[in-house]
């Protein structure tokens, strides 16, 4: 069974930094691309960064532009986000996701990331 398990949330102040990890196991485990999506309170789950293995460079949404950074391991199992100058806006639960064969997304169980002002 493919899936992906994301790591690394907490709680930190306002203008501090955490990265975020996701990882994907299984044994026909392949993905094309992964990234990262967060939801509030009360909020819609929003896209932040994604990463495509078949090239065209990182997207990010325009609120954490300049701020994270979506990176990947070369083995393409693992994805970060180091997130820098966290704001308070930023506190969500992150989910992970990976497109694996077949059209298929497949999510993480999400980490919680809290910022403090």
């Known amino acids: 069974q493919v899936q992906v398990v994301e790591s690394g949330g907490g709680l930190v102040e306002a203008g501090g930094s955490l990265r975020l990890s996701c990882a994907g196991s299984g044994r026909s485990f392949i993905a094309y691309g992964m990234g990262w999506f967060r939801q509030s309170p009360g909020k819609e789950r929003e896209f932040v960064a994604s990463?495509?293995?078949?090239?065209?460079?990182?997207n990010y949404a325009d609120s954490v532009k300049d701020r994270f950074i979506i990176s990947r391991t070369r083995t393409g199992n693992t994805v970060y986000l180091q997130m820098n100058n966290l704001k308070p806006e930023d506190t969500a639960v992150y989910y992970c996701?990976?497109?694996?064969?077949?059209?298929?997304?497949?999510w993480g169980q999400g980490t919680q990331v809290t910022v403090s002002s």
């Open positions: 996701y990976a497109n694996v064969q077949a059209g298929t997304r497949i």
């Open positions: 990463l495509s293995w078949g090239g065209g460079g990182p």
